[in-house]
């Protein structure tokens, strides 16, 4: 059965700052897609980022990029410039060809002022 | 993007007692998903909800406990049965787009319905 794993329950970053989600999973597929999602306060659910295991390009959407190492089988999040509305709980999560859609414990991440 | 929308946003319900969540979302998909998020937890699938046919329920879900109508492609309603206070989560409605600029599809969430049974 696929995994998903984020080792850091929470992490904190200061304004401005850079901080790096990292997300380890576990599938034997070789075609899937990865995802970074977003939970603030508010809960709801909002799509950061996501990731074709097939495309060796890193994604990228603004101030959020991927260090995706499909050997590995690693997919940590960038988070550059932070800001104080990225505060909230990032969810990584797989999906493969079969619709099984896994996520992740999260990482809670605080933005210092 | 998808745009979805949940009934009722919260609700606070007795013991014993039934809520139906509703969900709708402005275009047709073929399947919805319903979630359940503990306080504190990741989300994990209830069920998977194609019109026109049964739900297809995950391990530890059953359709008495959590029945689901899904009457067009457009609307979809979970039913949380004979409530306890461990049934207490936000429930998220959720949908798959084809992803704009690329293959594949992105699963897109509603704002979720905030239970807590008494």
């Known amino acids: 059965a696929q995994t998903v794993t984020q080792s850091q329950p929470e992490m904190s970053v200061q304004e401005a700052e850079t901080v790096t989600l990292s997300c380890t999973y576990d599938?034997?597929?070789?075609?899937?897609?990865l995802f970074w999602y977003k939970q603030p306060p508010s809960r709801q659910m909002i799509l950061v980022i996501r990731?074709?295991?097939?495309?060796?390009q890193n994604a990228t959407e603004n101030r959020f990029s991927v260090n995706f190492q499909k050997a590995a089988k690693s997919f940590s999040l960038k988070i550059s410039d932070s800001q104080l509305g990225d505060a909230a709980m990032y969810f990584c999560a797989y999906r493969d060809y079969g619709q099984n859609f896994v996520f992740g414990p999260g990482t809670r991440l605080s933005v210092l002022p | 993007s998808a745009v979805i929308s949940q009934k009722p946003s919260r609700d606070i319900c007795q013991r014993g007692t039934s809520l139906t969540i509703q969900c709708q979302v402005d275009?047709?998909?073929?399947?919805m998903f319903w979630y359940r998020q503990q306080p504190g937890q990741s989300l994990t699938l209830i069920a998977t909800a194609n019109q026109g046919s049964e739900a297809t329920y995950e391990s530890g879900f059953v359709i008495d406990k959590f029945p689901i109508s899904r009457p067009n492609l457009t609307f979809s309603t979970l039913t949380v049965s004979n409530m306890s206070p461990e049934d207490s989560s936000i429930y998220l409605c959720?949908?798959?787009?084809?992803?704009?600029?690329?293959?594949?599809?992105?699963?897109?969430f509603g704002p979720g319905t905030r239970l807590l049974v008494l």
């Open positions: 959720s949908v798959e787009r084809r992803a704009s600029g690329g293959q594949g599809k992105t699963q897109y």
């Open positions: 599938t034997s597929e070789s075609d899937y897609y």
């Open positions: 275009s047709q998909v073929t399947m």
């Open positions: 990731q074709e295991a097939y495309k060796q």
